[in-house]
T-cell receptor, first 115, second 115 residues
Framework: NAGVTQTPKFQVLKTGQSMTLQCAQD?????MYWYRQDPGMGLRLIYY???????DKGEVPNGYNVSRLNKREFSLRLESAAPSQTSVYFC??????????????FGNGTRLTVT | AQSVTQLDSHVSVSEGTPVLLRCNYS??????LFWYVQHPNKGLQLLLK??????LVKGINGFEAEFKKSETSFHLTKPSAHMSDAAEYFC?????????????FGSGTRLLVRP
């Protein structure tokens, strides 16, 4: 029972490089989310996908793009990395959109450093 | 607008003593509230949730929280701390009436448990 799987676990980029963070869930969840975690700031929503085929901006979308490849997979792309994007990135999923009584299931995170 | 405030960034207790992690929320509607725990280098795991069924909510690992509407609080407690409780804890409010399902995370409280 893998749950939510994120790859890679760690990544170091130079300013201006691009990369894609991968996320996959095996729980048949409809909704998926990308958060970033910075010290003292909790988790902030970058993008979310309410269902397959839809994506929407969250609180801090600038500098990122996403793709909901299919129901299982939701990727996050940094086109031109900046030091301000140094963070821990978490993917999460939930059974259904607006399932406000249901908890989010989180991956173990991707630790990204941009130099 | 909804918000959540965790009143302590760090809490330190001795093993076997009670734990109190404080959370205040602001919401225009009766919210759903969650506590999540994050162990080092891990994703977030649900501890417990409040969804208006009962004001005292019991969670995993002996934790519980009490919803107090008059005080707009949802403090997390445990009678006796264990070394394995050392982690970061997040209070989260779900904007029930918001169709975007953008969970709002507190900034986190790091719990240290002294032997």
């Amino acid at each position: 029972n893998a749950g939510v799987t994120q790859t890679p676990k760690f990544q170091v980029l130079k300013t201006g490089q691009s990369m894609t963070l991968q996320c996959a869930q095996d729980m048949n969840h409809n909704s998926m989310y990308w958060y970033r975690q910075d010290p003292g700031m909790g988790l902030r929503l970058i993008y979310y996908s309410a269902s397959e085929g839809t994506t929407d901006k969250g609180e801090v979308p600038n500098g990122y793009n996403v793709s909901r490849l299919n129901k299982r997979e939701f990727s996050l792309r940094l086109e031109s990395a900046a030091p301000s994007q140094t963070s821990v990135y978490f993917c999460a999923s939930i059974t259904g959109f607006n399932s406000y009584n249901s908890p989010l299931h989180f991956g173990n995170g991707t630790r990204l450093t941009v130099t | 607008a909804q918000s959540v405030t965790q009143l302590d960034s760090h809490v330190s207790v001795s093993e076997g003593t009670p734990v109190l992690l404080r959370c205040n929320y602001s919401s225009s509607y009766s919210p759903s509230l969650f506590w999540y725990v994050q162990h080092p280098n891990k994703g977030l795991q649900l501890l417990l949730k409040y969804t208006s069924a009962a004001t005292l909510v019991k969670g995993i690992n002996g934790f519980e929280a009490e919803f107090k509407k008059s005080e707009t609080s949802f403090h997390l407690t445990k009678p006796s701390a264990h070394m394995s409780d050392a982690a970061e804890y997040f209070c989260v409010v779900s904007p029930v009436m918001d169709s975007s399902y953008k969970l709002i995370f507190g900034s986190g409280t790091r719990l240290l448990v002294r032997p």
